[in-house]
């Protein structure tokens, strides 16, 4: 990775938990003792088997800060890649000063570097990512120096990416240290430093809009299979054939032949040699589980939206949505509360593999078994913005749908307005815009010169740009952050806290207490009156 890349890497801030975002080598934070917190570890970690690797001889706070916690290793015996761990010292306390945090984090960028295994990219993705954390905010003796902490980072971050060609991705498990970070990132100016060279503008003007749109409540959220690839799930074409493969199928398949039918005729003919669907929806529910969700799924999940529609089977952007906070609930399978965050699960989930929808036979009995899960997405085509991410809106189950959007509007209004939606796409298709003209706004991310999985760490800039400019001052009333305020932002705040001091007993009991106390908290407010 030392050679001159075409172009730097890319520094992305991700609102994640760094211990299951997909990725190739993270940093993992301990002090001298070489013994990270419990909150790192993870399953390899908890394992009463596992042997701590000795530091090397040189380990000290001054001198040898970083070193590989194991070899790359497969996740289990679907032969997906684990992100290898690199232990950093960065428990040396307050004393030592922000900049021995960060030279910790050089270190660690320059082992991480020369280490062969960062030479294939794992996911089949276009250029290797390495995560870290926000160091030293934990037990390392900065928790109340976090916004400068991060300010400090950013030149180092988009050296590295300079410097050695990867990508890089500042993942934040708390919400209010994240929209600090976000903010810092777009404060932040260097000369030579663009923070988003892939981003021509008429792309960053598309993603402004829908930053807008996010901000203000406007946007719903259909993930389809795309966003799952990044988390080493296969693409429809890949997952029929290894799902063939499997010792449960008896039946011999000519590919040179089934390939020429279609995804749902190649899955009926599949499931004959499984003897049973149960057999193979089981089948399927053990191939798609997955430890580690993509950025695209962490994306996803940070967009402040309630409602997220999805064709695809696995849980990734459950699994991403509570790590930050957010429960979700997954309909039609779980009760949902006025305030809860779900995910309609279109097509089935690997919780309920019976419920999985992959065959031409599933796909004709849809709409008189599910005729109320397609009812949601048709209300929500009427009423709000959706965003398509991963989705290539050629689901015949979906195109239904939107043509019972397209007879209501058309009869109502006698014109379609404005599309009813934006998808994000890798390339420009032929006659994509024309299928979809005035209904989906299609947003192309990739160049023809550029490769599918160019194009798809393309649409992972995209939304790291889209969320920095989607408006989340949870730092607002939290005392750490107070450094980064504007003036206006500094008034306002004052302003509230000073509100805040005035209010007595009586106040928390008038009925329009919970709403307002709802919002200050959501503005970082920690609940003390004092």
Known sequence: MTADPVEPGHVFIVHADLTCVACDAWLMPCGYDARPNPFWWTDVERD??????????????????????????????????RPTPWLVNVGGGSSLGVEWFVDGVR???????????????????????????IVGTGYGGMRHRAGEVVRALLPCLYEAVSEHGFDVALVIKDG?????????????????????????????????????????????????????????????????????????????????????WSYADQARIIERGFGDKAVMAHAISRMLRRRHYSLTHAFAAALPTRQVVTTNYDTLFEQASVAIGEPVCALPYDKVSARARWILKLHGCVDHPDDIVVTREDYMRYSEQRRALAGIVQSLLLTRHMLFIGFSLD???????????????????????????????????????????????????????????EAARRLEIFLDYLLAHTVDPRYLLNERFSHILTEPERQLRDELLAMLRRVDG?????????????????????????
Request: negative net charge; glycine residues 6%.
């Open 176 to 260: 209010a240290d994240y929209a600090a970070a976000q903010r810092e990132r777009l404060s932040y100016h260097q000369d030579g430093v663009h923070r988003w060279p892939a981003l021509g503008a008429p792309l960053r003007e598309r993603a402004d809009e829908l930053a807008r749109r996010a901000s203000q409540g406007e946007l719903v959220v259909f993930l389809g299979s795309g966003v799952s690839v990044g988390a080493g799930l296969p693409t429809w074409g890949a997952f029929l054939r290894e799902l063939s493969a499997l010792p449960e199928q008896t039946v011999r398949i000519d590919w040179e032949q089934l390939e020429r």
């Open 506 to 530: 009586s106040v928390w009991r008038t009925p329009a207490w919970s709403k307002i106390a709802h919002a200050l908290v959501e503005l970082g407010w920690d609940g003390k009156l004092s």
């Open 48 to 81: 009463p088997d596992f042997v701590w690797r000795r530091p090397p001889v040189d380990w000290d706070y001054r001198a040898r800060r970083c070193y590989k916690l194991y070899e790359r290793r497969h996740l289990d015996s679907a032969g997906v890649w």
């Open 107 to 133: 270190e660690f960028f320059a082992r991480v570097a020369a280490d062969p295994d960062l030479k294939e990219p794992m996911n089949r993705r276009a250029r290797p990512l390495v995560a870290l954390p």
């Open 395 to 453: 689901d015949d189950n979906f195109h239904r749908i939107a043509d019972d959007v397209r007879k209501v509007v058309v009869e109502s209004v006698g014109n379609p307005g404005e599309p009813f939606g934006s998808s994000i796409v890798l390339h420009d298709r032929p006659f994509l815009k024309d299928l979809w003209r005035d209904e989906v706004d299609m947003v192309a991310v990739g160049e023809d010169s550029h490769s599918i999985a």
